[in-house]
């Protein structure tokens, strides 16, 4: 069994890919943005820090149990900083599964050009303009954790997808 995580600023097709991924592996995907929204809270607007660390909690709790069964999960978050990788790191350990960060990777353009569209053509909630600023600022990569690096671009690429699947695959028969 494999806990992923996926990792990347706002709008690089983090969910999008790892919908994709529960879908095809099969796994149980943990969504923060979804546990927030059952709370009431709407992330791209800005959340305090306790909230946050609340629905992380939660999401924990979530993922240890789909885990003690033998199932795989996908955590859809951000995965910044580090100190929030680590902890998800310690509940696969714990669980006994294996652990992955998948880092979708996106340029400040493409990402600028994302947000713009999706304000004229809305397809998923907004996020302000500070909170992308202060999570640009704060965000960790992860860049000597081995995470399995992807273009935004290509996160709704079958192929990219089945590749991913079959890498998590031979994670999880170990």
């Given at each position: 069994m494999?806990?992923?995580?996926?990792?990347?600023?706002?709008?690089?097709?983090?969910?999008?890919?790892?919908?994709?991924?529960?879908?095809?592996?099969?796994?149980?995907l943990?969504?923060?943005d979804?546990?927030?929204?059952?709370?009431?809270?709407?992330g791209?607007?800005?959340?305090?820090?306790e909230?946050?660390?609340?629905?992380?909690?939660?999401?924990?709790d979530?993922a240890?149990?789909?885990?003690?069964?033998?199932?795989?999960?996908?955590?859809?978050?951000?995965?910044?900083?580090?100190?929030?990788?680590d902890?998800?790191?310690v509940?696969?350990e714990?669980?006994?599964?294996?652990?992955?960060?998948?880092?979708?990777?996106?340029?400040?353009?493409?990402?600028?050009?994302?947000?713009?569209?999706?304000?004229?053509?809305?397809?998923r909630?907004?996020?302000?303009?500070?909170?992308?600023?202060?999570?640009?600022?704060?965000?960790?990569?992860?860049?000597?954790?081995g995470?399995l690096?992807?273009?935004a671009?290509?996160?709704?690429?079958?192929?990219?997808?089945?590749?991913i699947?079959r890498?998590l695959?031979m994670?999880?028969?170990?």
């Amino acid at each position: 069994m494999v806990l992923t995580l996926m990792c990347g600023l706002s709008f690089s097709g983090k969910s999008t890919l790892a919908a994709r991924i529960a879908h095809d592996l099969p796994s149980q995907l943990i969504s923060l943005d979804h546990i927030n929204a059952e709370r009431g809270l709407a992330g791209g607007q800005g959340i305090p820090v306790e909230e946050w660390s609340t629905t992380n909690r939660i999401a924990h709790d979530r993922a240890e149990e789909h885990l003690r069964r033998g199932c795989h999960v996908v955590i859809d978050d951000t995965g910044s900083p580090r100190f929030i990788r680590d902890a998800w790191r310690v509940t696969a350990e714990a669980a006994g599964a294996s652990f992955v960060v998948i880092w979708v990777q996106i340029s400040k353009e493409l990402q600028r050009e994302r947000v713009l569209a999706n304000r004229v053509r809305p397809v998923r909630a907004d996020v302000t303009d500070e909170v992308l600023r202060d999570h640009g600022a704060s965000f960790d990569d992860p860049e000597d954790e081995g995470a399995l690096v992807v273009d935004a671009r290509g996160t709704d690429d079958p192929e990219q997808v089945d590749m991913i699947v079959r890498k998590l695959r031979m994670l999880g028969t170990r």
